[in-house]
């Protein structure tokens, strides 16, 4: 328990219900988006305001920001390893694992991660709440893009993330699901079969893992 202590202080949970509102999430058209060098949309655009802690920066904008980034040259090259950061965190060892965060989100600024523990660093070393707090509205963020992004009651309507490290974080952190009985391939999903929690009520849950399942087959193909 100890280790959601400081999510639960500092973040406002969103309860999800199923009939809450959805954004749609077509790649094709956020492909468009971010890179139309003529639209705000434009996705360098999009990281300036980001890495700039722009509060201004809606659901949508967010969603393209993170999605988008699965349409960078480097997206799964520069997948985060998260083994460092828990293990880092769980020894305490706070300096190390801000340096670890800020090389990690240098090159993947969407990493959930590595925002969540870089929040978590800089409050353990006692920086100002304005320092921290605006990494964990990162996350809060992003996480809210994909909770948004379908209701997980099939893979039609599934969550989608960029990573499969996503799904877990979502499972265990954010609808705090305790126990998972059986993961299987559904398609391009996921699909999990599961405890419900006072925060997902369903017993079974499904992510939408395409994007990195196809940009994997777009790699090998350009190796023949």
Known sequence: MLKYLFLIITLFVFEISFGQDQININFAEIK??????????????????????????????????YYGFSFQKNYLKNKPSEEQLELLSNNQEYEKLKIECEKILEKNPVSLAANNKMGLAL??????????????????????????????????SAFKVIYVSDEYNI?????????????????????????????????????????????NQEIISTKK
């Open 32 to 65: 468009s988006k971010i890179e139309d060098s003529n639209s705000t949309s434009y996705y360098p655009k999009l990281l300036e305001r980001f890495e700039s802690f722009d509060v201004t920066l809606s659901l949508e904008e967010n969603a393209l920001i």
């Open 123 to 156: 409050y353990k070393l006692g920086k100002p709440e304005s320092e921290w707090k605006k990494y964990q509205k990162r996350y809060r963020d992003f996480r809210k893009v994909i909770v948004y992004s379908g209701d997980g009651l099939s893979c039609d």
């Open 171 to 215: 499972i265990y952190d954010y609808f705090e699901i305790s126990k998972l009985d059986k993961q299987s391939l559904s398609g391009l999903c996921d699909h999990f079969t599961n405890e419900s929690s006072k925060f997902y009520k369903a017993k079974e849950i499904y992510f939408d893992a395409s994007r990195s399942m196809i940009r």
